[in-house]
């Protein structure tokens, strides 16, 4: 049976997870590729509160590590690093003086620029959002973070946490609207290392093997 997921001594290096293995792996034979990019975009009607919406990612940035972890490689083991997340901002861009054309044009060149961000996993940020405002009442929102550090889920969970920062934060709330969180991904990367070793590892080895060799039989 598996250990209990507790949280990890962080007295000590922390490994990455195995996936977040592999991704090195892969960004070590092609540095900056942006393949494993997670662009988002999405259009805000509304008047925004540029303070409140910076003050909502700072806080996302404090509450999950993993958006401000870096990775380093030392003696041929890859280890985690969480940042401190003081020297984090979101990029804002105004773009109300130009005129429609002029206007769209910008937005479409900045768009496909942030989504093509190429991440340094060593140097990081791995999470950028930027703000562009169209005009007093119309703006896009931008976030793109690297693989290494997110999946589809967890940018659900992130989209919800903002708008509920954002209320909170609005009507002078905190961000104890949200729940604490006990266990980090790191803490979850050191349990699965911890564990997945030794016999343990050969047994889960051996049994995905046969799988797979059962299921290329078949085809």
């Known amino acids: 049976n598996a250990p209990p997921l507790l949280p990890a001594d962080r007295t000590l290096p922390i490994l990455v997870s195995f996936s977040q293995l592999r991704l090195w792996i892969i960004d070590r034979f092609q540095p900056g590729n942006v393949t494993y990019n997670m662009p988002l975009a999405v259009k805000i009607n509304g008047e925004i509160d540029l303070a409140v919406l910076e ?36 990029v804002f861009e105004d773009l109300r003086d130009l005129n ?33 405002r169209l005009s007093n009442e119309s703006q896009v929102l931008m976030a793109n973070m690297h693989h290494i550090i997110s999946d589809g889920w967890s940018v659900r969970v992130l989209l919800q946490e903002m708008v509920a920062l ?38 889960q080895l051996t049994y995905w093997k046969e799988k797979l060799a059962r299921a290329s039989a078949r085809n």
Do not use: C, M
């Open 55 to 90: 003050k909502v990612f700072k806080a996302l940035v404090v509450r999950h590590e993993s958006l401000r972890t870096t990775f380093y490689e030392e003696d041929g083991e890859v280890y985690q690093r969480v940042r401190d997340a003081s020297d984090w901002s979101v």
């Open 100 to 132: 429609e054309t002029a206007r769209q044009e910008r937005l479409g060149e900045l768009v496909v620029q942030h989504a093509l961000t190429q991440f340094d996993l060593v140097a990081g940020p791995l999470f950028k959002v930027s703000l562009v």
């Open 166 to 203: 954002y209320f909170a934060f609005s009507q002078g709330g905190d961000a104890s609207v949200l729940p604490s969180l006990p266990i980090q991904y790191a803490d979850y990367a050191a349990w699965q290392r911890n564990w997945l070793q030794g016999e343990v590892l050969e047994e």
